[in-house]
């Protein structure tokens, strides 16, 4: 299969980027499995294993998309497409009243339902890009993994569960202060900030780490550093929001909006088997699987199905700006 993988930016990331991390590995996968695979990605994009073209975000998509490729797959919302059989990732949470595709494919169950939808895939990280996990290291700190300056990630619930406990922390995606949304500056010596890391780097971390804090006050369309962290034998501590209830039962982790009681899990955090968590990654969120998923689906496009009932849309309107989080 001849496979058209579009992105409005660059690849490789070379520190944080998700979506971009994600569409690294498809191609990947895809390439070693005989496919032949082409990005479409924002100037100064570089791969070993696909030819690279580049996107411009002022050119008809129509004109762009090579007439020999069988099927596309977009990771960003496109309109007016016609040319191939296609279909549209949805990363994040598109607002309410926005129709979107009908061949759009969720990143979580949760999600999908949450817009009407039906299809959806989970990620997959290729182990091939991390160190392997030494599970018998000592677990020295909890971690926070995400762009800390999103105020729904919550890193400050993720400080005060890690002070309340006695733990120290180390935030990955956030510097101590933070003058892009708002003036924060974090007093607190109990937190060490790394900012944008690469994957080295962040291995170093998880791989000590007693487990991650992901208290999120919106609904997570799916969350890469759950299962990033899950592989390096982290439990996950977080709210019960978005994705996080299908990703992250109750072996692994524990869910709740209640500070107090994720700081009481943090304590009690052996409870959790490191081995468990890598075991459960390596069985429900490796590229493999990942990839055997999306081939059914340009499978279904190739043969002129559409993925979504209906046209997927917010089913309901967001009424607050943040989840609750309660002490």
Not at 14 to 27: F, M, Q
Not at 128 to 137: E, I
Not at 138 to 166: E, M, P
Request: with cysteine; glycine share 8%.
């Amino acid at each position: 299969m001849r496979i058209l993988i579009v992105n409005n930016t660059r690849i490789p990331a070379p520190k944080y980027g998700g979506t971009e991390r994600v569409i690294w590995w498809l191609g990947k996968e895809l390439n070693r499995l005989g496919h032949v695979v082409t990005y479409l990605v924002a100037p100064g994009s570089t791969c070993p294993f696909a030819k690279v073209l580049v996107y411009d975000p002022a050119v008809d998509i129509n004109l762009q998309v090579p007439d020999d490729v069988d099927v596309v797959h977009f990771h960003f919302q496109v309109n007016g497409f016609s040319k191939k059989p296609y279909l549209i990732n949805v990363h994040d949470n598109p607002g309410f009243g926005q129709q979107l595709n009908r061949n759009s494919v969720f990143v979580s169950a949760n999600q999908a339902s949450r817009y009407g939808g039906e299809a959806f895939v989970h990620h997959g990280l290729d182990p091939d890009d991390y160190h392997k996990p030494d599970l018998s290291k000592k677990r020295t700190h909890a971690h926070f993994l995400a762009k800390a300056a999103w105020k729904v990630k919550n890193v400050k619930g993720a400080i005060d569960v890690a002070t309340q406990s006695g733990n120290k922390l180390i935030v990955l995606g956030g510097t101590r202060l933070n003058l892009k949304m708002g003036l924060r500056f974090t007093p607190n010596l109990n937190v060490r900030f790394k900012g944008m890391v690469n994957n080295d780097a962040k291995a170093a971390v998880l791989n000590t780490s007693k487990a991650l804090l992901f208290p999120v006050l919106w609904h997570e369309p799916f969350g890469l550093a759950i299962i990033e962290s899950l592989y390096f034998g982290c439990p996950v501590l977080g709210t019960p929001y978005g994705s996080l209830p299908e990703l992250v039962p109750a072996e692994v982790g524990l869910l709740s909006d209640s500070k107090s009681d994720l700081v009481n899990a943090l304590k009690a955090i052996n409870q959790f088997s490191n081995q468990h968590c890598y075991e459960y990654a390596m069985d429900n969120f490796m590229v493999h699987t990942m990839v055997q998923k999306y081939l059914k689906l340009y499978e279904r496009v190739l043969n002129g199905e559409q993925l979504n009932l209906g046209l997927p849309t917010l089913q309901v309107a967001n009424t607050v700006k943040y989840l609750p989080w309660s002490d």
